[in-house]
């Protein structure tokens, strides 16, 4: 059947047209079992990090397979064995005093030790140079909304039990004296969930939302991270 273009602007006027990419809220929560989170960068919450959050993916999930005989013999099939999910990453406006900034180095300073901080008062007093912390005292949930162009959330991402991987140096010129500096952040995370309009199903899920194909609140986890 070829491509009809009525019909095509037809089925996208029903779904209220395209989706805008720039449409979009990020929240950094630290969980209740966060020891350091609320407290570094002289702050008691993580709103300015919303503000500052231009850019950010969605991750994306990938079905890793491999081949297997059925019976032990015969056709070799591939099939699906585990899900690979990526990560998630973010991109920053950094603002003058340098909050956000500091703010996302002692997020990755709580999970490594990097700046050999070991006076009292420090963020990781009694630590030594690259030890690891206890996750609870790490843990964030991030979640990503979209938003139609009635401003209303069409779309919310959770990412559960997340920690950063990798933090972005800042590039320093003379020459840029009309830019804004930036800094990104890539997170790891356990467990991804996504919910539809105001918290309704999404992806449903036999045992977890009350049986496969139910309509229930809430959302299911879809895919195991890392």
């Given amino acids: 059947m070829p491509f009809n273009v009525q019909e095509f602007l037809s089925n996208i006027s029903d779904l209220n047209g395209p989706m805008a990419p720039s449409r979009f809220e990020i929240t950094i929560t ?6 350091i989170l609320p407290e570094v960068a002289g702050i008691a919450e993580t709103r300015f990090l919303t ?7 969605i991750p994306g999930i990938i079905l890793d397979s491999d081949y297997v005989l059925q019976r032990g013999f015969g056709r070799i099939n591939e099939v699906p064995v585990r899900p690979t999910i990526g990560n998630c990453d973010i991109s920053f406006y950094l603002d003058e005093k ?3 900034y500091r703010y996302l180095h002692n997020w990755m300073n709580a999970v490594v ?8 008062g420090g963020q990781n007093f009694g630590a030594h140079y690259n030890e690891v912390q206890y996750p609870e005292k790490y843990y964030a949930t ?3 909304s979209c938003y139609s162009q009635t401003k209303r959330r069409i779309l919310d991402v959770m990412l559960d039990d997340c ?13 840029n004296t009309d830019t804004v ?8 995370f356990k467990h991804m969930r996504m919910f539809r309009s105001e918290n309704e199903y999404m992806i449903p899920r036999g045992g977890q939302t009350g049986g496969t194909g139910s309509r229930v609140p809430g959302a299911t986890i879809i895919v195991t991270g890392k």
Avoid: K
């Fill in 30 to 35: 630290p969980s209740a079992r966060n020891e």
């Fill in 181 to 188: 500096a930036t800094a990104s952040l890539s997170l790891i």
């Fill in 51 to 57: 503000f500052g959050a231009f850019a950010a993916n």
């Fill in 163 to 175: 920690y950063p991987a990798e933090l972005s140096g800042i590039n320093l010129d003379w020459g």
């Fill in 98 to 100: 340098m909050e956000t």
């Fill in 113 to 120: 030790t990097t700046d050999g901080t070991l006076s009292a």
């Fill in 142 to 144: 991030v979640q990503i």
